[in-house]
C-alpha cells in the first residue's frame, strides 16, 4: 500500500497569506496526485489532478507542484473562503489519501 | 449538472447487512467508473470499492474483501454497495463517487455525492 502524509496537520493564517501543504508518498507515483478541498458538513471537491493541473472552476491562486514522493499545494492570496481541509490522493496503485490539512483563521 | 446522490444508509448491528444505493444524472453513467470512499474522523478518507463502466471489473480495499461487493445498474444509473458482515469499524460517512474515466484504472475522481451515513452499533 502507498502511504500519503501531510504536513502540516494544522495551518493558521490570514487572509492575503500565501500558504503552502506538503504531501509526501511511502513510493513514487510519478504525478498521480489530486489535490481536494472540504469544506464541513460537505463533499471533498477535486482542485488538481496530476499533481499540477488545476480542475476547471478553481480560481488561479490555487497550484500544486512535485512529483515522485513530494507534492506541495500553495495558496496565493489566502481568502476567506478557502478555510477549509485539504486532502492529497494518490491515484497510482489504487487510491489512498492524505490525513488531512485544516487551514484556519 | 452532475449529481450523485447516495441513500440507504442507517443503524446496524454488528454482523449484521446494509445496502446502500447511488444514484446519478448529469452525465452518460455507462461512460465511467464509480466507487464508493468513506470518511470518518479518526481514520479520515479511505476508498472503499470501485467498478468500471461495464461492471466487468471491480476492487475493494483489504479491510472490506469478502465482505462488501460493488455492482451496477447502467439501465437505472445507479450504484450499490452490499455490505455483509458489518463491523464497529465499517461506521463512516459511504460518498458515492464519479470516477473520470470509464475503466477501473488508476484515475481521480471529480464529482462526490453528499454521503450516506453508516453506523454499526448494538
Known amino acids: 500500500d502507498i502511504q500519503m502524509t501531510q504536513s502540516p496537520s494544522t495551518l493558521s493564517a490570514s487572509v492575503g497569506d500565501r500558504v503552502a501543504i506538503t504531501c509526501r508518498a511511502s513510493h513514487s507515483i510519478s504525478t498521480w496526485l489530486a489535490w481536494y478541498q472540504q469544506k464541513p458538513g460537505k463533499a471533498p471537491k477535486l482542485l488538481i489532478y496530476?499533481?499540477?493541473t488545476l480542475e476547471t472552476g478553481v480560481p488561479s491562486r490555487f497550484s500544486g507542484s512535485g512529483s515522485g514522493t513530494e507534492f506541495t499545494l500553495t495558496i496565493n492570496s489566502l481568502q476567506a473562503d478557502d478555510f477549509a481541509t485539504y486532502y492529497c490522493q494518490q491515484y497510482d496503485n489504487y487510491w489512498t489519501f492524505g490525513q488531512g490539512t485544516k487551514v484556519e483563521i | 449538472e452532475v449529481q450523485v446522490v447516495e441513500s440507504g444508509g442507517g443503524l446496524a448491528q454488528p454482523g449484521r447487512s446494509l445496502r446502500l444505493s447511488c444514484i446519478a444524472s448529469?452525465?452518460?453513467?455507462?461512460?465511467?467508473?464509480m466507487h464508493w470512499v468513506r470518511q470518518d474522523p479518526e481514520k479520515g478518507l479511505e476508498w472503499v470499492a470501485g467498478?468500471?463502466?461495464?461492471?466487468?471489473?471491480?476492487g475493494y480495499a483489504d479491510s472490506v474483501k469478502g465482505r462488501f461487493t460493488i455492482s451496477r445498474d447502467n439501465a437505472k444509473n445507479s450504484v450499490f454497495l452490499h455490505m455483509n458482515s458489518l463491523r464497529a469499524e465499517d461506521t463512516a460517512l459511504y460518498y458515492c463517487?464519479?470516477?473520470?474515466?470509464?475503466?477501473?484504472?488508476?484515475?481521480?475522481?471529480?464529482?462526490w455525492g453528499q454521503g450516506t451515513l453508516v453506523t454499526v452499533s448494538s
Open positions: 496530476k499533481a499540477s
Open positions: 467498478i468500471n463502466w461495464n461492471g466487468g471489473s471491480k
Open positions: 463517487v464519479k470516477d473520470v474515466g470509464g475503466d477501473y484504472v488508476a484515475n481521480y475522481f471529480n464529482h
Open positions: 448529469g452525465f452518460r453513467f455507462d461512460d465511467y467508473a
